[in-house]
Each structure stands twice: as structure tokens, then as C-alpha cells.
């Protein structure tokens, strides 16, 4: 059974003060892994997707990098908008006929002025 | 582009009652997916069509049916409605092969009283 877990479950940061999120994984051979930002009472709204381990991706302040076991949301200078949960899900490929993603609880981060 | 739609927005049922939710995939999209958030986790699979056949099923009772339509569009059919049943659902469409980016609606906000 494919899992995901994310750490922390919140982060608060400063204007400016760069971090990262954690997303660890396991999973039956890996087709792909997805981070999704998500606003309170909104659906998911894509962010990235990695293929294999090595692989990075950027988006203005943001870069997903991905290995065999976890991948990381590194966020430069944050700033205020920023602010959401953060969900990363992985793709796998056995029994999995329905392409169904596979979730982590997600990350609440909260950037203060 | 309209992206993928979702109605109603929200919904107050009793509990035993039935609820359709609706879902109109983003143009060209044939692949359409239900997911369950509940509130402060990641979403859960509950179905996948694609070409208006079910792909994939989640680990959810058999209350929860679904179907998609000749245009592609879906509906997500819960019976018995139980307290537990409350939830942010989710539907997304893909393109339908495994490295399209799935992108969700703003989902429907069903509480169960």
C-alpha cells in the first residue's frame, strides 16, 4: 500500500525567511509525484510534477527536488500569499489501474508580515 | 478556459438521506475522479472514469456509486448519509494517460446533520 507522510503538519515563517517541506514516501514503483497548494475551501491547485529521483522543478519562489525516498518543497523568501497547505501525493503504478493519487496530510504554512 | 466545474458548492443533507454531487471535466478531458477530503487531511480515492468506464475504486462502502456521461461529465452518488460522510468532495480530470497533471475543481461542501 502506497504511503506519504509530510512534515511538519504547520510551519510559521517570517517575510523572507526561506525553508523547506518535508514529503516522505513509499510506494509500488513510482509513476509520478505531485505537490498541490491548497487555499481553505478551495480544491488543490497544481504546483509540480517529479518523475525520478534527481529530477527538480522551480516556479517563482518555489523548487521541488525529489529522491528514491522523500521530496522536499524548498521555498525561497517567502511572502505573505504564500500562505497555504501544501499537499504533496504520489502516483504508483501497481494495482493501480485507476491512476489513483495517493495523498500526505498536508503542510499548513503560515508566512507573517 | 472553464476549468473543472463543480455544483452545488455547498449542501446540508440529514443523515439517511441520498446526495448526487456533479462534475463537469475540463474540455477535452475524458478522465474524471472522485476524491473525499475531510477536514485537516489530504484526500482520499474514491472512483476514477475514464472514457465512461470505472478505472479505480478506493476503499470506500458501497453507498458511494458514481458514473460518467457520454459528454464526459460525472455524478457522484452517496445513499444512507452518515454523520462521518462530511466532507470537502473533490473531483478532478486529467487528459487520461499517467503524465498528465490532474486538476481539481473547488469542490463540494457536503455537511451531514
Known amino acids: 500500500e502506497d504511503q506519504v507522510t509530510q512534515s511538519p503538519e504547520a510551519l510559521r515563517l517570517q517575510e523572507g525567511e526561506s525553508s523547506s517541506l518535508n514529503c516522505s514516501y513509499t510506494?509500488?514503483?513510482?509513476?509520478?509525484l505531485f505537490w498541490y497548494r491548497q487555499d481553505p475551501g478551495k480544491g488543490p491547485e497544481f504546483l509540480f510534477t517529479l518523475y525520478s529521483a534527481g529530477e527538480e522543478k522551480e516556479k517563482e519562489r518555489l523548487k521541488a527536488t525529489l529522491t528514491k525516498k522523500e521530496s522536499f518543497l524548498h521555498i525561497t523568501a517567502p511572502k505573505p500569499e504564500d500562505s497555504a497547505t501544501y499537499l504533496c501525493?504520489?502516483?504508483?503504478?501497481?494495482?493501480?489501474?485507476?491512476?489513483?493519487?495517493?495523498f500526505g496530510g498536508g503542510t499548513r504554512l503560515m508566512v507573517k508580515p | 478556459d472553464a476549468g473543472v466545474t463543480q455544483s452545488p458548492t455547498h449542501l446540508i443533507k440529514t443523515r439517511g438521506q441520498h446526495v448526487t454531487l456533479r462534475c463537469s471535466p475540463i474540455s477535452g478531458h475524458k478522465s474524471v475522479s472522485w476524491y473525499q477530503q475531510v477536514l485537516g487531511q489530504g484526500p482520499q480515492f474514491i472512483f476514477q472514469y475514464y472514457e465512461k468506464e470505472e478505472r479505480g475504486r478506493g476503499n470506500f462502502p458501497d453507498r458511494f456509486s458514481a458514473r460518467q456521461f457520454p459528454n464526459y461529465s460525472s455524478e457522484l452518488n452517496v445513499n444512507a448519509l452518515l454523520l462521518g460522510d462530511s466532507a470537502l468532495y473533490l473531483c478532478?480530470?486529467?487528459?487520461?494517460?499517467?503524465?498528465?497533471?490532474?486538476?481539481f475543481g473547488s469542490g463540494t461542501r457536503l455537511t451531514v446533520v
Open positions: 510506494v509500488s514503483g513510482l509513476r509520478g
Open positions: 478532478a480530470s486529467s487528459g487520461g494517460g499517467a503524465n498528465y497533471g490532474y486538476t
Open positions: 501525493a504520489v502516483q504508483g503504478v501497481v494495482n493501480n489501474a485507476g491512476n489513483m493519487l495517493t
